[in-house]
T-cell receptor
Framework: DVKVTQSSRYLVKRTGEKVFLECVQDMDHENMFWYRQDPGLGLRLIYFSYDVKMKEKGDIPEGYSVSREKKERFSLILESASTNQTSMYLC?????????????FGDGTRLSIL | GQNIDQPTEMTATEGAIVQINCTYQTSGFNGLFWYQQHAGEAPTFLSYNVLDGLEEKGRFSSFLSRSKGYSYLLLKELQMKDSASYLCAVRDANNAGNMLTFGGGTRLMVKP
């Protein structure tokens, strides 16, 4: 089974802090994704990566950056956290570029910015 | 861009059948996925459709009509554990990688 692991289930940070959310997958997947999930808005893509050191902006990249130094790890960075970044953050990975390959999700990190 | 619509909430009775609809608009359709998400948990993959027709997997089936931009997820013999959110997601061939756009999800409540 694919395992996508996010470093924290719950995280509380203060406004202005730099926040790191870590995600690791163990199935040698090329693609990795970061989403945020908010009530009424569904899953929205922040950034994704289709290879090491490669990154692409999703629908809502403002206020975020990412890092993919190794194939198995994809980090989401909030450069200066703000209260509107309080949300559930979900990491996902998928194999290659075949369209029939599903994305596999981690359990999520519920981030609160005070 | 893409626009994906699904009902916000549905209620059904244990043992019954329920159909969750999803409509989409996309310039380069290249597959539709259904996911199940229990409260506080990760979404899990249920089904994939890229050609018109019905795909059956046990109690769950998914249907696609590309000409109508329409899909549905059919759940038979409902069980209490089927209470969850169901997410419709579309892949656009114009997007890089394996990028998906998700609908807002349909929260299904199964009652005894």
């Amino acid at each position: 089974d694919v395992k996508v692991t996010q470093s924290s289930r719950y995280l509380v940070k203060r406004t202005g802090e730099k926040v790191f959310l870590e995600c690791v997958q163990d199935m040698d997947h090329e693609n990795m994704f970061w989403y945020r999930q908010d009530p009424g808005l569904g899953l929205r893509l922040i950034y994704f990566s289709y290879d090491v050191k490669m990154k692409e902006k999703g629908d809502i990249p403002e206020g975020y950056s990412v890092s993919r130094e190794k194939k198995e790890r994809f980090s989401l960075i909030l450069e200066s956290a703000s209260t509107n970044q309080t949300s559930m953050y979900l990491c996902a990975s998928s194999l290659g570029t075949d369209s029939n390959q599903p994305q596999h999700f981690g359990d999520g990190t519920r981030l609160s910015i005070l | 861009g893409q626009n994906i619509d699904q009902p916000t909430e549905m209620t059904a009775t244990e043992g019954a059948i329920v159909q969750i609809n999803c409509t989409y608009q996309t310039s380069g359709f290249n597959g539709l996925f259904w996911y199940q998400q229990h409260a506080g948990e990760a979404p899990t993959f249920l089904s994939y459709n890229v050609l018109d027709g019905l795909e059956e997997k046990g109690r769950f089936s998914s249907f696609l009509s590309r000409s109508k931009g329409y899909s549905y997820l059919l759940l038979k013999e409902l069980q209490m554990k089927d209470s969850a959110s169901y997410l419709c997601a579309v892949r656009d061939a114009n997007n890089a990688g394996n990028m998906l756009t998700f609908g807002g999800g349909t929260r299904l409540m199964v009652k005894p």
